[in-house]
T-cell receptor, first 114, second 111 residues
Framework: DAGVTQSPTHLIKTRGQQVTLRCSPK?????VSWYQQALGQGPQFIFQ???????QRGNFPDRFSGHQFPNYSSELNVNALLLGDSALYLC?????????????FGSGTRLTVV | LAKTTQPISMDSYEGQEVNITCSHN???????ITWYQQFPSQGPRFIIQ?????VTNEVASLFIPADRKSSTLSLPRVSLSDTAVYYC????????????WGAGTKLIIKP
């Protein structure tokens, strides 16, 4: 039973560029949440997708957008990258309505903006 | 929104029992309290989850009082490899979807 898979594991981008990160949820899960974690900080909630729609959103600018596909996988897009966007981006999957029950994380994508 | 409070850091020694407490108010009445372990540059790893009273698995125990306003993660006989950041995660009592993270407790185990 595959857990949450994220790709790529690492990438380096230049300021002003755009990036797309990908997440495949754990088998049986239908909800995907994205987090940004700066070095030495706790995870900060970006948004959550369910039924291919953004269900809730944290305090992040519109440069951060996402998408969920019919197979429940998800993408996180960040436009006009800033140096401050350098962080570990985490994807978590769950089953709708279960809140923390079974909430499972991927290993993350380390984004470095130079 | 619910709010959680954890100690910022803790030190202990190999072989000791470590207890980390998270205080949380206004949490979802129908949701579990979950604890995660995180090593640098890795995703949080599930440790244990409970609704009330006591839960035990092969790596930890979780104690939750009847009022569910706090939870205590207990790690028996810690080793150097338990050095990590530990987070509690709860559902918010005012939202169907919002999850509230603790700030994390950096646990350092010394030989």
């Amino acid at each position: 039973d595959a857990g949450v898979t994220q790709s790529p594991t690492h990438l380096i981008k230049t300021r002003g560029q755009q990036v797309t990160l990908r997440c495949s949820p754990k088998s049986g899960h239908d909800t995907v949440s994205w987090y940004q974690q700066a070095l030495g900080q706790g995870p900060q909630f970006i948004f959550q997708y369910y039924e291919e729609e953004e269900r809730q959103r944290g305090n992040f600018p519109d440069r951060f957008s996402g998408h969920q596909f019919p197979n429940y996988s998800s993408e996180l897009n960040v436009n006009a990258l800033l140096l401050g966007d350098s962080a570990l981006y985490l994807c978590a999957s769950s089953l709708a309505g279960e809140l923390t029950l079974g909430y499972t994380f991927g290993s993350g994508t380390r984004l470095t903006v130079v | 929104l619910a709010k959680t409070t954890q100690p910022i850091s803790m030190d202990s020694y190999e072989g000791q029992e470590v207890n980390i407490t998270c205080s949380h108010n206004n949490i979802a009445t129908n949701d579990y309290i979950t604890w995660y372990q995180q090593f640098p540059s890795q995703g949080p790893r599930f440790i244990i989850q409970g609704y009330k009273t006591k839960v035990t698995n092969e790596v930890a125990s979780l104690f939750i009082p009847a009022d569910r306003k706090s939870s205590t993660l207990s790690l028996p006989r810690v080793s150097l490899s338990d050095t990590a950041v530990y987070y509690c995660l709860v559902g918010d009592g005012d939202s169907n979807y919002q999850l509230i993270w603790g700030a994390g407790t950096k646990l350092i185990i010394k030989p």
